[in-house]
């Protein structure tokens, strides 16, 4: 694997050292404390970039308020160690606010075995990783498995489950955010239910595309990050959600944020019209879904027949 980064500029390469040393930083206050042994010797074997940044692909579309993310895998040694909340919450918000940092930063957490399991079960996901990976920061030793990729036929016919599941349940999703919104006039309690039905459409969605493409999904309900994953696979869906501007921007942000706020916030606050727009977004992100989806599986059932 790739350990330098000479193929980005000298500015995001300064970004990537800075992410490295805020998840150092920050993991080792998280286990200074200790007792338990798992977590007093706790280490980060493996801090991995990945994604277009990694295949140098990466886009700064600034007119369309396109941009990619960096994208890191930090792989630990105790299954204890990927809860985000205790570990990693003070990272990501300490990268999030770092003026030295301008781009989003988005992170997983695994263990070495459950990344090697994946690889030897041949999950997209983790074969693209370990092909086009790059090591920000490795100890010797935490070797990744061979990945062994799936047959044709095989991944033909998980991808072939994965959409006949998900599909509806985007759709059942969207039937009930219709018949929340017809309800949300004069009523805010039925617009936030909308938007939360909304989120879940275009998690759906997204969760989808990515299981049927890479045989993976985050554990995640972050609508930004799911989307940058998926939008990394297949460009196409970039055009699902109107970025370019201020509004277009807000409306993701609503529909990002109701999964907790349109729940459990007293101020969280949603119009019709953003409700609407927001309802087209998503349809149109279902809609793009499936059309790609039913193309790459027509390509794997090519390969598979051949």
């Known amino acids: 694997m790739r350990s330098d980064v000479d193929h980005l500029p000298l500015i995001q390469q300064e970004e990537l050292a800075r992410v490295r040393q805020i998840l150092m930083d920050e993991f080792a206050v998280a286990t200074a ?7 007093k010797n706790g280490k980060i074997q493996k801090i991995l970039l990945f994604g277009s940044h990694a295949r140098d692909d990466w886009v700064d579309a600034p007119e369309t308020g396109y941009t990619s993310d960096f994208d890191i895998l930090i792989i630990v040694s105790h299954k204890d160690l990927t809860d985000v909340a205790e570990y990693w919450y003070v990272a990501e918000d300490k990268i999030q606010r770092n003026a030295g940092i301008a781009r989003p930063v988005n992170l997983i957490v695994h263990t070495l075995e459950e990344v090697n399991q994946g690889l030897t079960r041949g999950e997209y996901f983790w074969v693209d990783i370990a092909r086009d990976g790059i090591a920000l920061y ?12 799936l047959t044709a036929a095989d ?10 599941e998900w599909l509806p349940s985007i759709d059942r999703a969207l039937t009930t955010a219709s018949i929340q919104l017809a309800q949300g006039e004069n009523d ?3 617009r936030k239910d909308t938007a939360f039905t909304l989120h879940q459409a ?3 969605a997204y969760t989808c595309y990515l299981l049927l493409r890479c045989h993976h999904v985050p554990r995640s309900h972050n609508l930004k990050f799911l989307r940058s994953l998926a939008e990394d696979k297949e460009p196409r869906l970039v055009d699902s959600w109107p970025r370019a501007t201020k509004l277009d921007r807000r409306r993701f942000e609503l529909a990002k944020r109701a999964y907790v706020e349109a729940r459990y916030s007293a ?17 149109n992100l279902r809609n793009t879904v499936e059309a790609v989806s039913r193309e790459w599986l027509d390509g794997l059932r090519e390969k598979a027949s051949a």
């Open 267 to 283: 101020s969280y606050e949603v119009g019709g019209d953003d409700l609407q727009a927001i309802t087209d977004a998503v349809r």
């Open 155 to 164: 991944a033909y016919e998980m991808a072939s489950d994965y959409l006949a």
């Open 188 to 190: 805010l309690g039925w």
């Open 138 to 149: 490795e100890l010797p030793g935490a070797e990744l498995a061979t990945p062994r990729p």
């Open 33 to 39: 404390r200790a007792t338990q042994p798992w977590k």
């Open 202 to 204: 275009a998690e759906r």
